[in-house]
């Protein structure tokens, strides 16, 4: 029996949770943890929940038959849990709240402001925001002519009119995506002051409806749904099913509307009516939604943040100042954050200006909004390079960057390659090839995480550079694939002997490096697995594992957010240890081990072990064949397991609980900061 899916990665949302509890974090790093709690959750109600709630809905029979029928009492525990973590949060932020008095900052939260800052408020609404505001009255045709946006935030104001006495409603918008939804105030006694800017706004709703009595003011936020990827998770007749019970929806309906639970009943289901809201779809909550915005809070520079660790500079890399020339002299693999990002906008810009460069290519996912590697792309094709970039449209939630990055690449004479339907390209890959008298060299580029170096600043990842004959002919090869314009997956001509590509060869190969340890337990001979994943999810590679758990088999795993396995079940998987880290940087690497000593096999790669990855995306994964390299990446693993600061360890009841410490704890981003400084 596999754990599910959603309430596996709830149980990851409360370790980010726990983590602004933790009176050990610094209090503005702890404020983040809180925004990024708010944020997953927003993330959750426009992507699973929709889906959660349509086969709770479906016919019972039907659930019945198709294996589902405790699909509505998985729903009510869901909900239950995300009403838990809320009260979490919500007690949580009272309690930072508290802390930040304690350093002379007093935000203003659910309280009445200051007589002494009435006035600075007031100047504050009639000079920067009263412009922003628009008034929409409601009626029963409003829902015509006006679509509350995903995430945005509102009030609706009942106001009487002062002649008739006749009770109206009206939605007036809260700016704070256009300005800001902090503002500082002037400093009493040594005491700073930050206010939400719904705050200043309710101070001020007279100026917006002068001459009428306000009798109520409630926020509300909607969440939309997100494009469902339904077949990621189903197939055949549930799906249908699913699929159909989402299109009952009316087009845009909301998948969770937030509402102050001061709200009156009446003036609720006028709403609820007016923008076809289903019941099961509203939530109560308090005056301010949208917390994710904790992440802007002012820290007035008092230093309670997580100490910068500067990047660590490769040092061959930058004794060389030529990325192409060390290359050809040695594979070179990198561990970001801790390590500079810097090689591999090298990598990028140097080939734009190189004159013996002929032909780059790469595969873009998620790129920086004001990316130095697109630039230099469209640098290189205007420098007459060939330049060949496969982005992909249906990145979620990234779809306009890409779209807006992907015509100002063609109009540089990029050539831009689009998505096969139903497949996304989540590999992230490059090449570049240059032309040297009658010879040529390629050089490749295989990362774990995106090519993008905002995120390179705060994700954990490993970039393997290499220009190994059989990793770049492979990835040529799958280039060329990706250019065809009747590409089909069932092409026999594609042959992949070195790298691991999703639909085509790694499904095969993980079963039987899995196969292979099972083999040496069997001779009672080590046997060890070890994988570091964000998630753990596809059926068939789970029950895989539980089989070599059966057999003795040794397993560690570190995932991240979603793992349907449940450990340490005797007779089952009790031979399997996982584990989940969270920590300053988000935990993004996919590594697998198997195997011990010299003879271990090492992949990387950006696959996680989901379906959707497995069977519904392309990704490449990499052997690492250097044996320095090889030995990097299994210190490194064996520096994360044993973190006894950051780590919980998954109960066979798919609790978490505190990795026991023996002696020093040991906290293993700091502690691979550490190792490769030392190097």
């Known amino acids: 029996m596999l754990y599910n899916r959603d309430l596996s990665w709830l149980g990851f949302n409360l370790r980010v949770l726990q983590e602004a509890g933790d009176t050990d974090v610094p209090l503005f790093e702890r404020l983040k943890f809180l925004a990024i ?48 973590q809320l009260q979490i949060f919500g007690d949580t932020l009272f309690s930072l709240i508290e802390e930040l008095r304690k350093i002379n900052i007093h935000f203003y939260y659910n309280e009445s402001i200051g007589e002494e800052h009435r006035n600075e408020v007031r100047e504050i609404f009639l000079s920067q925001v009263l412009s922003f505001i628009q008034i929409i009255y409601l009626d029963s045709r409003s829902n015509e002519t006006f679509m509350p946006e995903n995430n945005h935030l509102y009030f609706v104001v009942t106001i009487k009119e002062p002649v008739t006495g006749i009770l109206n409603h009206a939605i007036i918008n809260i700016p704070s995506i256009k300005l800001q939804r902090f503002y500082t105030l002037t400093p009493i006694e040594g005491t700073e002051h930050v206010i939400f800017i719904d705050d200043i706004i309710r101070e001020n709703l007279a100026h917006v409806f002068p001459g009428k009595e306000i009798i109520g003011v409630y926020s509300i936020k909607f969440n939309r749904d997100a494009e469902l990827h339904l077949t990621d ?100 693999l990198l561990h970001i954050p801790y390590q500079s990002y810097n090689p591999v906008l090298s990598f990028f810009n140097q080939a734009a200006v190189d004159t013996e460069v002929t032909h780059i290519y790469i595969t873009l996912y998620r790129v920086a909004a004001e990316s130095h590697i697109v630039n230099a792309l469209i640098s290189a094709a205007k420098n007459g390079k060939t330049v060949t970039a496969f982005i992909e449209l249906k990145a ?34 490059g090449l570049v090839r240059k032309k040297k008298g009658s010879h040529s060299a390629t050089y490749a580029i295989l990362s774990t995480g995106n090519f993008n170096e905002i995120t390179a600043q705060f994700y954990t990842d490993h970039v393997l550079m290499t220009t190994d004959k059989a990793i770049v002919k492979e990835l040529l090869q799958l280039f060329k694939f990706l250019q065809k314009t009747n590409k089909s997956l069932a092409d026999n001509s594609l042959k992949f002997n070195t790298l691991l590509v999703s639909q085509f060869n790694l499904n095969d190969e993980l079963y039987k490096l899995i196969e292979k340890e099972i083999e040496k337990a069997q ?101 690492v064949k250097n044996v320095a390299l090889k030995q990097d990446l299994i210190e490194y693993f064996e520096i994360q397991w044993k973190d006894t600061d950051k780590a919980v360890r998954l109960t066979s009841t798919m609790q978490q609980e505190p990795v026991p410490q023996e002696g020093e704890v040991i906290n293993a981003q700091q502690s691979i900061y550490n190792y490769l400084q030392a190097k």
């Open 233 to 332: 998770e189903y197939s055949g007749n549930l799906l249908n099913k699913i699929d159909r019970q989402l299109q009952k929806r009316d087009f845009g309906a909301p998948s969770r509307f937030l509402y102050e639970k001061s709200m009156p009943s009446n003036l609720l289901h006028f709403l609820a009516a007016l923008f076809n809201i289903e019941q099961e779809d509203m939530f109560p909550g308090g005056r301010y939604h949208h917390l994710s915005d904790l992440a802007s809070f002012p820290d007035f520079d008092k230093g309670l943040k997580y100490k910068k660790l500067k990047p660590l500079s490769h040092q061959k890399v930058l004794n060389s100042g030529d990325i192409f020339n060390l290359m050809s002299t040695q594979d070179i």
């Open 523 to 623: 001779q009672q001979q080590p046997a060890l697995i070890r994988i570091k994943v964000n998630n753990l999810e596809e059926p068939k590679l789970t029950n895989h594992l539980i089989k070599a758990s059966q057999t003795g088999v040794s397993i560690r795993l570190i995932v991240r957010s979603v793992c349907c396995l449940v450990p340490g079940v005797p007779g089952s998987s009790e031979n399997i240890t996982i584990k989940r880290i969270v920590d300053r940087y988000l935990e993004h690497t996919r590594l697998l081990i198997f195997g011990t000593g010299e003879k271990a096999k090492v992949i990387m790669g950006s696959a996680d072990l989901m379906t959707r990855n497995l069977y519904h995306r392309i990704e490449v994964c990499v052997p």
């Open 396 to 429: 979620r939630f990234d779809e306009a960057n890409n779209i807006r990055w992907s015509k100002a690449m063609k109009q540089a004479g990029v050539k831009i390659i689009y998505s096969i339907p139903d497949i996304k390209v989540h590999s992230k890959i």
């Open 37 to 84: 709690f708010s944020s997953n959750l927003d993330e959750f109600f426009r992507v699973r929940y929709p889906s959660i709630v349509a086969l709770a809905q479906l016919n019972t029979k039907n659930i019945r038959q198709l294996k589902h029928s405790d699909a509505e009492e998985m729903a009510e525990n869901i909900q239950a849990e995300i009403n838990r």
